[in-house]
């Protein structure tokens, strides 16, 4: 399945923990068989037209400033079961 869209992994600063988002949710896309564009980014650097989809913790989401619609929050972003589910459960609703 291909989706023509752009899916942003967010974090506090930008660094390491949104590039490892990155990758799980590269892993996971695979696994579903959905093909779209990732990229990682820091907080302050996100704009609601930057992406189409903003993954990103929960502990950042409530002052991300971006439409609720578009935000997935994960609460623990190191597990891959969590990123799978929620991640299909967007697109399932899609």
């Not at 023509?4 to 590039?19: H, P, Q």
């Not at 972003?77 to 969590?82: A, R, V, Y």
Request: hydrophobic share 45%; proline share 2%.
């Amino acid at each position: 399945m291909w989706f023509d869209m752009k899916i942003m992994a967010v974090c506090g600063s930008g660094l390491g923990s949104s590039f490892m988002m990155e990758m799980n949710i590269k892993k996971v896309l695979k696994t579903i068989g959905v093909e779209a564009e990732v990229e990682h980014s820091d907080l302050g650097s996100v704009t609601p037209d930057v992406a189409d989809v903003f993954v990103m913790a929960k502990d950042i989401a409530y002052s991300a400033n971006l439409p609720e619609q578009k935000v997935i929050i994960i609460n623990n972003i190191i597990d891959l079961k969590e990123v799978e589910q929620k991640i299909r459960e967007y697109f399932e609703k899609k």
